[in-house]
């Protein structure tokens, strides 16, 4: 079995098969026990479900690749192909101004009609901290940072454990997508199509969360789209604050922190304390050093948003 799952296109659910040019078949992995598969099943039908929803909207700024058909009894079924490459830094680099431009325009409008689909909630109050393994964080910053960082470094991470433990704001639940980064958004150059996938963990959200989502903090245009989006959403079911609005700057700026701090908490996760080999005393330099450069995407974005 081991060597049958080394060539398969696999995550951790599902295999995937070429189907030809536009299509691809997808199955449970054959580890799955029988409770799994029905699992697995289950979880197709719903996310088919979100995708026909956002299908229909019919939006020509973007593409939804389809899930043409479910066969419960062979635990198996075909996908459209999203052609094109994940939508990354280097490749948006690459595009044209106007195809950059239509981009912005694609995700802003993808993320009205994800949170138009269904009722918009009243405004609650949001601890970001809840979005973070925060408890990891608290426990390394206080007790086991100082093995691999200066003094200075440790009392810069503690003050900006603090302010994220208790930065709230108000905000709405949406429905949302959940999941954008750049592996989930696709986008062909040749024909300018901007495709969205991987709807599994579509769910209510907090609304800013897919609006300065890992995907525009990575490709740095949070800002247009946020302000793209408030000219497409409809200001008479929730209003949004102006880009230049206080408030709206501390929860963009806290937000940003948040992705930044995620990859911090990920890799602080990974050190080990008694390194035995080479490797993973090298694991744990390389480790230190990308820390170290969080810190400093945190301290420059901080200088950012103080201007």
Not at 61 to 89: S, V
Not at 207 to 223: C, K, T
Not at 263 to 286: G, H, M, V, W, Y
Request: proline letters at 5%.
């Amino acid at each position: 079995m081991a060597d049958v799952l080394k060539n398969l296109i696999h995550g951790r659910e599902t295999y995937i098969a070429d189907f030809g040019a536009d299509f691809v078949m997808k199955r449970p992995l054959p580890t799955l026990g029988d409770d799994a598969r029905q699992k697995w099943l289950a979880k197709q039908h719903r996310t088919k479900e979100i995708i026909d929803e956002i299908y229909n909207v019919g939006n020509p700024r973007y593409n939804i690749p389809r899930m043409r058909f479910i066969k419960d009894d062979e635990f198996q079924l075909l996908e459209e192909r999203a052609h094109g490459q994940p939508l990354t830094h280097e490749l948006f680099s690459t595009v044209s101004r106007r195809q950059r431009y239509e981009i912005i325009d694609g995700i802003a409008a993808f993320l009205v009609d994800m949170n138009e689909l269904k009722p918009v909630q009243e405004l609650q109050k949001h601890k970001i901290a809840s979005e973070l393994k925060f408890n990891r964080l608290d426990n390394f910053v206080t007790n086991k940072m100082s093995k691999w960082f200066n003094a200075e470094e440790v009392y810069q991470m503690s003050s900006i454990r603090d302010r994220v433990g208790t930065f709230e704001y108000e905000t709405r639940p949406a429905w949302s997508h959940c999941d954008l980064n750049p592996g989930n958004v696709i986008y062909d150059p040749e024909t300018s199509t901007l495709s969205f996938i991987d709807f599994a963990e579509a769910n209510y959200r907090f609304i800013y969360r897919d609006i300065f989502a890992p995907l525009q903090i990575e490709l740095n245009i949070f800002r247009p789209v946020y302000e793209t989006y408030c000219k497409l959403h409809n200001n008479s079911e929730y209003s949004m604050p102006s880009i230049q609005n206080p408030a709206l700057r501390e929860i963009m700026k806290y937000r940003l922190m948040v992705a930044l701090l995620k990859r911090f908490i990920k890799a602080s996760d990974d050190l080990r304390n008694n390194p035995t080999c080479q490797k993973s005393i090298d694991n744990n330099e390389n480790k230190v050093a990308f820390m170290r450069e969080q810190i400093s995407n945190i301290k420059a974005l901080e200088r950012q948003f103080s201007k």
